[in-house]
């Protein structure tokens, strides 16, 4: 099993825990509700940030010709972590022998704690090991210092990992609505990041998506982007991964691993286009209950709404940060896409 500990006194910091993959909603700020949202990761697991985080930061002017590519940004950035890579993301009730230090806290959040800078000290020897993250609009996460904490045990945890088949029966997907109706933000964040890698995958080609469901959460926002399809579209979009059919058009939907990140297989020349595991396994199996006692057909566009009444507007931030991060983004298309949505970068009303 994997525990952390510190770095100071080798004193055990977590309870053992499994390794799962970074969620795509990590960093999402949503709005300024009365409270924070659910905690980021469930209980026993553990995920890693592979890039720099926290102070100091660099601008990206300051940066020399080609440092920013061989730190994996592909399009400009206000700043960028010149930090430690590492840092450890766990769910708050995972955490021992640590206590939020009140000297440790900042003044600059709402209505609970913004996670700016460290705020938890060990028990045993009162080094700041910890940030602790529950101000309102944001996932509720406590981070695990890199260079004050480390492992101290390593093992495969509670969590053994599922296969594909096991996925479908053990994690069914998050719904997309919230109780008022609204969009989930695991939904704005998840097609967000998805729409950045179609649009790389695409090559700039109007893009045909003949599944309604899929259609109904992409289609507006792409015709926003790149235009609306016309006859001469031949780049088609569809749905792929375990308990479908082989896919058959040009990009695949396919599902990321939750606990590995590993995507969905597709055979060549098909391009996979990853989408976080709870939204795909509702999209690709969900159904609405057909109304009853009709013997006549109904097609797909008659039957009741499987989303809430308003379009989705993917999380703009999140499509930006991993468009950055797509060597496709240095195309001169995608690139003024970029660029454009740079500039308000919470939301896609601009496009």
Not at 327 to 344: K, M, N, S
Request: hydrophobic share 40%; charged share 20%.
């Amino acid at each position: 099993m994997t525990v952390h500990g510190c770095r100071s006194c080798g004193a055990a910091l977590t309870v053992p825990v499994s390794r799962v993959a970074l969620p795509v909603h990590t960093y999402q700020r949503y709005g300024n509700g009365p409270g924070p949202l659910d905690p980021l990761l469930e209980p026993g697991t553990f995920a890693m940030d592979p890039l720099p985080s926290g102070s100091p930061g660099r601008r990206w002017a300051e940066l020399e010709a080609g440092e920013a590519e061989a730190l994996g940004w592909y399009a400009p950035r206000f700043a960028i972590s010149d930090g430690p890579a590492g840092q450890v993301l766990l769910a708050p009730g995972d955490v021992r022998g640590v206590f939020i230090d009140p000297a440790l806290v900042g003044d600059s959040a709402c209505c609970g704690l913004d996670g700016s800078e460290p705020n938890m000290v060990c028990v045993t020897c009162g080094t700041p090991v910890a940030t602790r993250i529950d101000d309102c609009g944001l996932w509720q996460a406590v981070w695990l210092e890199p260079l004050t904490t480390h492992v101290i045990e390593e093992g495969p945890g509670p969590h053994p990992v599922l296969d594909w088949r096991d996925l479908i029966d053990q994690r069914p997907g998050i719904p997309p609505s919230e109780p008022d109706g609204g969009w989930h933000p695991m939904w704005t964040a998840a097609v967000a990041s998805a729409l950045a890698h179609l649009l790389a995958a695409s090559g700039g080609d109007p893009i045909l998506i003949p599944d309604h469901r899929v259609a109904a959460i992409f289609r507006p926002t792409l015709d926003r982007l790149v235009g609306p399809v016309n006859a001469r579209s031949e780049c088609t979009l569809v749905l792929a991964g375990p308990g479908l059919p082989a896919a058959d058009g040009h990009l695949a939907l396919v599902p990321e691993h939750p606990q590995t990140g590993e995507h969905w297989p597709v055979a060549r020349p098909v391009k996979p286009v990853p989408l976080a595991w709870d939204v795909w396994r509702h999209l690709a199996f969900h159904r609405d209950v057909k109304p009853v006692g009709l013997s006549v057909p109904i097609p797909p566009e008659a039957l009741p709404p499987l989303f809430p009444s308003h379009r989705l507007d993917p999380d703009g931030r999140i499509f930006l940060k991993v468009l950055a991060r797509l060597p496709e983004v240095r195309q001169p298309w995608l690139r003024a896409i970029y660029d454009r949505g740079r500039r308000f970068d919470y939301c896609f009303y601009v496009f």
